[in-house]
Nanobody, 115 residues
Framework: QVQLVESGGGLVQPGGSLRLSCAAS????????MGWYRQPPGKQRELVAT???????DYASSVKGQFSISRDFAKNTVYLQMNSLKPDDTAVYYC?????????WGQGTQVTVSS
C-alpha cells in the first residue's frame, strides 16, 4: 500500500503560480510512474503530467511549457510547478503513483484560479 498526501493548493489570481507537493509513504524510486491528474468542475479526471522511474516526463498538451513535474528522492516527494495559471486550470488536482500493476491516489487538493 502506498499513501500519497498532496499539499499546496489554494486560491490564486490569473497569471500567478503555485507549487503542488505529493509526499509518498515509500521510497519513490521503487515506483514505476508518478504523476498529477486533475478534475475540473463537472468534467472527467484528466492527465496533467507524469514522470517515470527513469525520469522521462510527459505532459498534457494544454499544460506544456506552463507546468513542470519534478521529484525529490530524499523527501520521497513529487512536485508540480504551475505557472501562468488561468481560470481553466481550476480543478481538484490528484497525485497518482503506479507500483507494478497497482495504482494509488491521493485525496486531492483544490486549485482555484480566479480574480
Amino acid at each position: 500500500q502506498v499513501q500519497l498526501v498532496e499539499s499546496g493548493g489554494g486560491l490564486v489570481q490569473p497569471g500567478g503560480s503555485l507549487r503542488l507537493s505529493c509526499a509518498a509513504s515509500i521510497n519513490i524510486f521503487s515506483l514505476s510512474t508518478m504523476g498529477w491528474y486533475r478534475q475540473p468542475p463537472g468534467k472527467q479526471r484528466e492527465l496533467v503530467a507524469t514522470v517515470s522511474n527513469a525520469g522521462v516526463t510527459d505532459y498534457a498538451s494544454s499544460v506544456k511549457g506552463q507546468f513542470s513535474i519534478s521529484r525529490d528522492f530524499a523527501k520521497n516527494t513529487v512536485y508540480l510547478q504551475m505557472n501562468s495559471l488561468k481560470p481553466d486550470d481550476t480543478a481538484v488536482y490528484y497525485c497518482n503513483a503506479r507500483w507494478g500493476s497497482l495504482s494509488f491516489w491521493g485525496q486531492g487538493t483544490q486549485v482555484t484560479v480566479s480574480s
